[in-house]
């Protein structure tokens, strides 16, 4: 479920905070285990970059996590995002039923 007043926590918050500080790695460090550039780990950490099914993937296999845990985080975000973008029109639709 969506929070009502607030965004998610992009997924690149959770890799800053729970993962890269308490663990003592640099953005290169993590760049260069899952084999990828540091600017397209820089820019999921700034949240100017959404999880791929590819980043999950390399994120789940290096921090023991899953995909899924990934991309349900990339998820949230992009559907608060177009429930945001959209809320006028989505209000405007009446259900069937």
């Known amino acids: 479920m ?3 007043n607030r965004r998610p926590i992009h997924p690149g918050e959770i890799i800053r905070y729970e993962y890269l500080q308490p663990l003592n790695l640099t953005q290169q460090k993590l760049a260069d285990a899952l084999d990828i550039t540091r600017v397209r780990i820089n820019e999921i950490i700034l949240g ?18 899953t995909p899924d845990f990934w991309i349900n985080l ?15 029109e989505y209000d405007k639709i009446k259900s069937v039923a």
């Open 2 to 4: 969506l929070p009502k």
């Open 48 to 65: 100017k970059r959404s999880i791929t099914l590819d980043t999950a993937f390399r994120l789940s296999r290096f921090f023991n996590t």
């Open 74 to 88: 990339q998820m949230n975000v992009d559907m608060w995002d177009t429930l945001q973008q959209n809320k006028k």
